[in-house]
């Protein structure tokens, strides 16, 4: 039986996969944890962190070929995994990773630009920053998002926002480049929205042209959180990616 490792967004919880997990259930061996600072054990406001902290982490989880699917944050650590780890990945799925160190040329510079225009988080006496967090939502998913959410949503990132923003801050200082990119080799699927920030769409189509073994396909009308708003269509291809390479595989 496979392994299957689905790696959620920042700002979420490994519920965001219940319905894909429940779907692979009955032929894969699954794994949803928790990324460190959510679930029932948060990250202190103020204590530092860097992504390398989520890797070594995740990296405990399987000793055998396993396949990797992740969400935004998610994505960029399964990619991270698949450098480190090659002997040990079977495969990829990611959402519009935020793998922000391929843009890496001359031109990707105002693309670059626009990862600069959070302001520094000011953690309350509850860690919470919430100029940060209306900032970082609407960057991802348009003017006013942060606002449309439901109080519960917005409470929940409250309660993560100091964790949330320094895995920003240790992302955004990754220089994993193109040429490092090009080393994983596994069958990988990159999904994203047309929607999203034009940022994101630079990674992917970067990303795109850089792994060897990529597939692309992005979705009219979905934007970041497609993965959410729109599950059962991206799960439907994950779960058609999964198929395909144990197709390749068993031949």
Sequence with gaps: MDTVLLIHSGG???RQWRKLADRL?????VL????????PTPWPAGRPFHFTEDL??????????AHLVGHSYGGFLALKLALEYPDRVRSLAVYEPVAFGILDEPADAPFRDELTRLPPYVPDAEGADEVWLAA???WWNGPGAWSQLAEPTRRAFRSVGWKVSREVASLVDDHTDRTSYARITVPTLLLGGE???AT????LAKLSATLPAATLHTYAGLGHMGPITHADLVNDAIVEHLTRVASRTSR
């Design 136 to 138: 970082f939502v609407d």
């Design 25 to 29: 259930a009955p032929s894969h061996r």
């Design 32 to 39: 949803t944890p928790d990324l460190l600072g959510y679930g």
């Design 56 to 65: 070594a982490m995740l990296a405990t989880l399987f000793d055998e070929p």
């Design 200 to 203: 994101e769409r630079r990674v």
């Design 195 to 197: 929607t999203s920030p």
């Design 12 to 14: 979420f919880t490994s």
